[in-house]
């Protein structure tokens, strides 16, 4: 069956630190990627997508991803986090005429 | 501007009495979602429409039903809550199933709290 890991449930950094979040999905062909982001009480929003062409993807508020294909990963990445980074991440994948799915999430927390 | 609404925001019952939820969007989307998100967890698939073909997953509880009356609303109907569906309750949208480019957008979500 199709999965989704995120492999780490919570990190904690300080503001200007790097930040990388992983993710592994299991699925041979051609696939949809996301990157959302979940602020404390707020609904879901999307942060960045691939679905063909240069692998890696620019999003909103400084993010980035890499499409690794041969390594099935989808890594976020961001050079210098802020406070109001803290927040939940999810990757997502849709393979075609598939639902989405969704990792566990990773919790991230920016100290001041 | 809002592209996919939720109504209500907050919304409490009582364990056993039926809840209707609802989604609506100005997008045009051909395909609704409900997913159910519990604390902590990642989002929940719990059915989906295609345009006037409704598709459950396997293992959405009976207790769930859903109705689409027309491309902008879609309603999820609760008929017997339980404290286990305390959850908040995502809709969200997409132009396809999943074809190269599709994206799912979301609303709000609704945070039902079962007493």
């Known amino acids: 069956a199709q999965s989704v890991s995120q492999h780490n449930h919570h990190v904690i950094l300080s503001e200007a630190a790097s930040l990388e979040l992983g993710c592994n999905y299991s699925y041979g062909g051609t696939v949809n990627l996301f990157w959302y982001v979940q602020y404390p009480g707020q609904h879901l929003q999307l942060l960045l997508k691939y679905f063909s062409g240069d692998p890696l993807v620019k999003g909103i508020k400084g993010f980035e991803a890499e499409f690794i294909k041969s390594k099935f990963s989808f890594n976020l990445r961001k050079p210098s986090v802020q406070w109001s980074d803290t927040a939940e991440y999810f990757c997502?994948?849709?393979?075609?005429?598939?639902?989405?799915?969704f990792g566990a999430g990773t919790r991230l927390f920016v100290k001041a | 501007d809002a592209m996919v609404i939720q109504n209500p925001r907050y919304q409490v019952t009582q364990f056993g009495k039926p809840v209707t939820l609802s989604c609506s969007q100005t997008l045009n989307h051909n395909v609704m979602y409900w997913y159910q998100q519990k604390s902590s967890q990642a989002p929940k698939l719990l059915f989906h429409y295609y345009d006037k073909d409704f598709n459950n997953e396997a293992d959405t509880p009976d207790n769930f039903q859903s109705r689409r009356p027309n491309t902008s609303f879609c309603f999820l109907d609760i008929r017997s809550p339980g404290l286990g569906d305390t959850a908040m309750y995502l809709c969200a949208t997409s132009r396809g199933e999943g074809g190269p480019g599709d994206t799912q957008y979301f609303g709000p979500g609704t945070r039902l709290t079962v007493l």
């Open positions: 997502a994948v849709t393979p075609p005429r598939f639902k989405t799915i």
